[in-house]
Antibody
């Protein structure tokens, strides 16, 4: 059974940093592209960032470029999102999502999400 | 940047057919996916590559994509299908539509 378990969310002041983790199990993690998707309270889905199977290529939304960094450790079956210079508008539930073999989409499995709140 | 437009809400009676549209420039030239999200839950993929259903998704869910519009169709809609639905396409990045709240009444 595919499982994606996010952690690391919490309350952080604007301008601060946070690192999210996503522990994957039930599939060959190193064979799939992975992504982070967020959802602000009461709003729709927004793709944040994606990473290739070996981590050599990353893709990010314009809204987070230069502030957020996606990475992965295939030896630990874990996906990360380093978030710096956080803003109030980054407040959202952050989901880890599994992509395809060599393709970012479709996102066929999602974690339960972790809430990030950027507020003073 | 590429945009996908969905109606904010759609209503349907139980047992009837619900259609949710998603519009984007030359969307038919791309693959469309659809996700279902129930309150307090994570999104679930219900349609990928325009009209394919992942295992475990009921046959009443179907999809099409042509021209500028992709459509998610739910035949014999059930109360359990009440949810938010998001379309998604790839255009140099992952693009989601704004979402459609499906009400079954």
């Amino acid at each position: 059974e595919v499982q994606l378990v996010e952690s690391g969310g919490g309350l952080v002041q604007p301008g601060g940093s946070l690192r999210l983790s996503c522990a994957a199990s039930g599939f060959t993690f190193s064979s799939y592209v992975m992504s982070w998707v967020r959802q602000a309270p009461g709003k729709g889905l927004e793709w944040v960032s994606g990473i290739s199977v070996r981590g050599s290529s990353t893709y990010s939304a314009d809204s987070v470029k230069g502030r957020f960094t996606i990475s992965r450790d295939n030896s630990k079956n874990t996906l990360y999102l380093q978030m710096n210079s956080l803003r109030a508008e980054d407040t959202a539930v952050y989901y880890c999502a599994k992509g395809g073999v060599g393709t970012v989409v479709p996102l066929d499995y999602w974690g339960q999400g972790t809430l990030v709140t950027a507020s003073s | 940047s590429y945009e996908l437009t969905q109606p904010p809400s759609v209503s349907v009676s139980p047992g009837q057919t619900a259609s949710i549209t998603c519009s984007g420039d030359k969307l038919g030239d791309k693959y469309a996916c659809w996700y279902q999200q129930k309150p307090g839950q994570s999104p679930v993929l219900v349609i990928y590559q325009n009209n394919k259903r992942p295992s475990g998704i009921p046959e009443r869910f179907s999809g099409s994509n042509s021209g500028n519009t992709a459509t998610l169709t739910i035949s014999g809609t059930q109360a359990m299908d009440e949810a938010d639905y998001y379309c998604q396409a790839w255009d140099s990045s992952v693009v989601f539509g704004g979402g459609t709240k499906l009400t079954v009444l």
